[in-house]
Nanobody, 115 residues
Framework: VQLVESGGGLVQPGGSLRLSCAAS????????MSWYRQAPGKEREFVAV????????YYADSVKGRFTISRDNAKNTVYLQMNSLKPEDTAVYYC?????????WGQGTQVTVSS
C-alpha cells in the first residue's frame, strides 16, 4: 500500500497550491479519502474528507470556502486545491485512506505560506 503526496512548496499569502495524493496497492474507490495537516509543535488536524465516489465532502471550519477536495477514481488520486492561502496554513499535509478499521497514511508534503 502506498500513498504518495506531491504539490507542496513555498507560496506567498493569498496564493494557491494544488496537492495530489497518488494511491496504489488497494482498491482506491472503496476508501474514504481525507487530508490532514500538522504544523510545528501542534497536533495533526483534520482538513477535508471526500466519500468513495466523491458525492460528499466535508471541511474543517478553518479552510471552508478556500480549499476544495476532489478525487479521480480512474487515476487513483485525490486532490486538495488550496486557494487564498494564509500563513497559518503552513504545515505538513498528509493524505489518509480509510475503510472500516483499515487506515493508511502518506509520508506528507510540506506547505509553507510566507512572504
Amino acid at each position: 500500500v502506498q500513498l504518495v503526496e506531491s504539490g507542496g512548496g513555498l507560496v506567498q499569502p493569498g496564493g494557491s497550491l494544488r496537492l495530489s495524493c497518488a494511491a496504489s496497492g488497494f482498491t482506491f474507490s472503496s476508501y474514504v479519502m481525507s487530508w490532514y495537516r500538522q504544523a510545528p509543535g501542534k497536533e495533526r488536524e483534520f482538513v477535508a474528507v471526500i466519500s468513495w465516489i466523491g458525492g460528499s465532502t466535508y471541511y474543517a471550519d478553518s479552510v471552508k470556502g478556500r480549499f476544495t477536495i476532489s478525487r479521480d477514481n480512474a487515476k487513483n488520486t485525490v486532490y486538495l486545491q488550496m486557494n487564498s492561502l494564509k500563513p497559518e496554513d503552513t504545515a505538513v499535509y498528509y493524505c489518509n485512506a480509510t475503510r472500516n478499521t483499515l487506515t493508511y497514511w502518506g509520508q506528507g508534503t510540506q506547505v509553507t505560506v510566507s512572504s
